[in-house]
């Protein structure tokens, strides 16, 4: 099996430590994703699952335990460095696309390769290119509102993958569109994710969907448990 490219050791999340309200979301998590892997993560809502994909993904620090990317311990580094490799190795995908609604598809694409320092020409380029591999490439200039909801997704998808990410982080990308724009959507992330190499850990409500996945995750009183 080849090096993971997410590892999460003994990583624990508490609110309110020490009082009457604490509440123990997370309690010595280990996961580990190889590239190229798709793997589901199932829960109730309320569970932590938004908790460990923010940690996973450098936006929230954990309690305890360590998160490493790419076989670097991300935990101490500092806000800087997180930030670098956030932006550089990781790409997020949420339930609501979180789309800037006065640019268009084009642009929401391009703007986190200008800001990775890419030139307006590169930028552009890569995000027609992306645009056109989930068929949106008559859409590039149409900004969100002018997009149907599974349109405004595999927009978001792009967005993520823009800087060419290692690791992909997906919070029920699919929770807000009907049975079968999910299935599409879900079946373009997921050969995405595998003809990249990239490693993806999904979140999601649908038991079907999961049931797609290479492995399915449960997390069950803060512990990640085999599907």
């Not at 969100?144 to 029920?172: F, H, K, T």
């Amino acid at each position: 099996m080849s090096d993971p490219v997410l590892a999460l050791a003994g990583v624990s999340r508490v609110y309110n430590p020490g009082q009457p309200a604490e509440v123990r979301v997370l309690c010595g998590v280990d996961l580990a994703l190889a590239p190229g892997e798709v793997a589901g993560l199932v829960a109730p809502s309320g569970a932590g699952k938004s908790t460990l994909l923010h940690i996973a993904g450098l936006l929230d620090r954990p309690d305890a335990g360590t998160v490493a990317i790419c076989g670097r311990d991300m935990t101490r580094a500092g806000d800087g460095e997180r930030t670098r490799v956030r932006r550089d190795e990781v790409g997020f995908v949420y339930q609501f696309h979180h789309l800037l609604p006065e640019f268009s598809a084009l642009e929401n694409v391009a703007l986190p390769q200008r800001a990775a320092g890419r030139s307006r020409r590169e930028a552009e380029t890569r995000a027609r290119a992306l645009l056109a591999a989930v068929g949106l490439a008559a859409r590039a200039g149409h900004r969100p509102a002018e997009l149907s909801g599974g349109e405004q997704q595999r927009v978001a998808i792009c967005r993520a993958l823009a800087n060419r990410p290692r690791i992909l982080l997906a919070d029920e990308p699919t929770g807000n569109l009907d049975p079968a724009t999910a299935e599409t959507v879900f079946a373009l992330l997921a050969g995405l994710v595998r003809e990249t190499g990239m490693a993806a850990l999904i979140a999601t409500h649908n038991l079907g969907l999961a049931a797609r996945m290479d492995r399915v995750l449960r997390l069950e009183a803060g512990r990640i448990r085999p599907g």
